[in-house]
T-cell receptor, first 120, second 115 residues
Framework: AQKITQTQPGMFVQEKEAVTLDCTYDTSDPSYGLFWYKQPSSGEMIFLIYQGSYDQQNATEGRYSLNFQKARKSANLVISASQLGDSAMYFCAMREAGGLNAGNNRKLIWGLGTSLAVNP | DARVTQTPRHKVTEMGQEVTMRCQPILGHNTVFWYRQTMMQGLELLAYFRNRAPLDDSGMPKDRFSAEMPDATLATLKIQPSEPRDSAVYFC?????????????FGQGTRLTVV
């Protein structure tokens, strides 16, 4: 079963408007972390924002914020005042704590990504 | 500005040839990941290392792929013999995992084409 689901293969937004990219996750682990990465056409992967499962507040980093709804198991990325340079693929990922025997042996589990196009 | 460095950036090779991809993780990072990205499969974890020890390589075809960390500044991913289906972008990422969450910093990738 998919652990990370990004239901929007592609999204479009007008420059300067806000856009929300959806991400839902599936885990029974009470301790986990959620990540968003951006991949522009140049191919590199750029870390954007992190949310821990025990964090009391939603994470924010500049124009990026994470709408974390734990009960719904969703971690949507909100980009405010979108810019042309925001056009890229966006990936949601999760790391589970893995239980007592996992130690630090935790992997990132990735969604398939959402392609965002910002229109001028 | 610390970053993960991957070489080569592009590689075109003939089927059956050996391919070696190299990665220099960020100094001080204790975890190195190898990923493969294709249009069909998305981002797949091939292997990862913690303090140079391989922790999980279950995502890697063992018969032809091998990953090593000969020292803390170098990780290698080798394919021998290469096949056209290995054509993909291969990413190396490093991170400092001490507990809780931490970001993985990615290199720019090696775009491999096997003809």
């Amino acid at each position: 079963a998919q652990k990370i689901t990004q239901t929007q293969p592609g999204m479009f937004v007008q420059e300067k408007e806000a856009v929300t990219l959806d991400c839902t996750y599936d885990t029974s682990d009470p301790s986990y972390g959620l990540f968003w990465y951006k991949q522009p056409s140049s191919g590199e992967m750029i870390f954007l924002i992190y949310q821990g499962s025990y964090d009391q507040q939603n994470a924010t980093e500049g124009r990026y914020s994470l709408n974390f709804q734990k009960a719904r198991k969703s971690a949507n990325l909100v980009i405010s005042a979108s810019q042309l340079g925001d056009s890229a693929m966006y990936f949601c990922a999760m790391r589970e704590a893995g239980g007592l025997n996992a130690g630090n042996n935790r992997k990132l589990i990735w969604g398939l990504g959402t392609s965002l196009a910002v229109n001028p | 500005d610390a970053r993960v460095t991957q070489t080569p950036r592009h590689k075109v090779t003939e089927m059956g040839q050996e391919v070696t991809m190299r990665c220099q993780p960020i100094l001080g990072h204790n975890t190195v990941f190898w990923y493969r990205q294709t249009m069909m499969q998305g981002l797949e974890l091939l292997a990862y290392f913690r303090n140079r020890a391989p922790l999980d390589d279950s995502g890697m075809p063992k018969d032809r792929f091998s990953a090593e960390m000969p020292d803390a500044t170098l990780a290698t991913l080798k394919i021998q013999p290469s096949e056209p289906r290995d054509s993909a972008v291969y990413f190396c990422a490093s991170g400092l995992v001490q507990g809780g969450g931490t970001e993985a910093f990615f290199g720019q990738g090696t775009r491999l084409t096997v003809v």
